[in-house]
Nanobody, 116 residues
């Protein structure tokens, strides 16, 4: 079982930026895909961005052009660069894999709050 730890969340004003980090135990190069999910209070968890082992990326329509997901296999990390943040981006963000999602495993996440 791979262990993923999210960090980098915080409070930012609308229009600002944050970079979230996902540190993984083991080698992320052996993982087919890594994704960032988010969940706001009272709302269901949604997939924000995903990246495959080959570097292909997918984004939710709500974040296209603003968020960028990337991976550094040497450092076993996955990053989520978030620009032009909006209040509706406020949520707890989780980094995970398809296998962990299938098994119902979720980490502690990292809180992102976009507010004036």
């Amino acid at each position: 079982q791979v262990q993923l730890v999210e960090s980098g969340g915080g409070l930012v004003q609308p229009g600002g930026s944050l970079r979230l980090s996902c540190a993984a135990s083991g080698s992320i190069s052996s993982i087919n895909a890594v994704g960032w999910y988010r969940q706001a209070p009272g709302k269901q968890r949604e997939l924000v961005a995903a990246i495959s082992s080959g570097g292909s990326t997918n984004y939710a329509d709500s974040v296209k052009g603003r968020f960028t997901i990337s991976r550094d296999n040497a450092k076993n990390t996955v990053l989520l660069q978030m620009n032009s943040l909006k209040p509706e981006d406020t949520a707890v963000y989780y980094c995970t894999t398809p296998m962990l999602v299938a098994q119902g495993y979720w980490g502690q996440g990292t809180q992102v709050t976009v507010s004036s």
